[in-house]
């Protein structure tokens, strides 16, 4: 019994042990290195997202906008192939007048809006549609080979009785030009990716 109680006395005379102070690191509680560690990555992630977001998003965007430049391309080329294929229209109905009802007469072609879409036009044609173009709207730039000179008939200089068509041409000129307007469609149509139109 005295032997208990001597061994309850020392244990409540002995001191417990203290808690262990915290880990410091260059005078600093790890605790406050580890939230200093964190915000660091955190801020690196974040910025790391920001960068490669933005990467990303310019990428998308001059997609966008290259994909709408091409459009417009495509739908100007298209716009300019139609009112070409209008005109050449114009000036078969006109060799057909001469050929088909009046082979005196002289066919007036015309090549203004040919001239306007020139451009538009070759950016996109292949070689052999723009070759064919030039060789039939040659005859609405130099107009006087539609018509008879004296050299072509026996009349004296100064009679211009001889102004009259020279069919040789206006048949060239005629055949060359729907070839020119049958090519252009195809061309267009398939460069559009639209149906092809046909021809009146």
């Given at each position: 019994m005295h032997a208990l109680i001597l061994a309850a006395a020392t244990a409540a005379a002995s001191p417990s042990?203290?808690?262990a102070p915290d880990q410091v690191l260059w005078g600093l509680?790890?605790?406050f290195w580890?939230?200093?560690i964190g915000a660091v990555i955190g801020a690196f992630v974040g910025g790391l997202l920001t960068v490669v977001g933005g990467y990303f998003a310019t990428r998308r965007i001059r997609s966008l906008d290259n994909q709408a430049a091409e459009r417009r391309a495509g739908e100007e080329f298209w716009a300019a192939a139609l009112v070409v294929i209008?005109?050449?229209?114009?000036?078969i109905a006109t060799l057909e007048v001469t050929l088909q009802h009046d082979q005196n007469s002289i066919p007036e072609l015309h090549?203004?809006?040919y001239r306007e879409q020139q451009l538009v036009l070759?950016?996109?044609?292949p070689v052999d549609v723009r070759s064919a173009l030039a060789e039939a709207y040659i005859y609405a730039q130099t107009p006087r080979v539609l018509r008879l000179t004296p050299a072509d008939v026996s009349i004296p200089p100064g009679d211009h009785s001889y102004d009259t068509a020279n069919l040789e041409n206006v048949r060239a000129?005629?055949?060359k030009t729907k070839l020119a307007?049958?090519?252009l469609l195809a061309a267009s149509s398939a460069a559009a990716k639209a149906p092809a139109v046909t021809p009146p």
């Open positions: 042990p203290s808690p509680p790890l605790a580890d939230g200093v209008d005109e050449m229209n114009a000036n090549d203004s809006v070759a950016l996109r044609l000129c005629y055949t307007r049958a090519k």
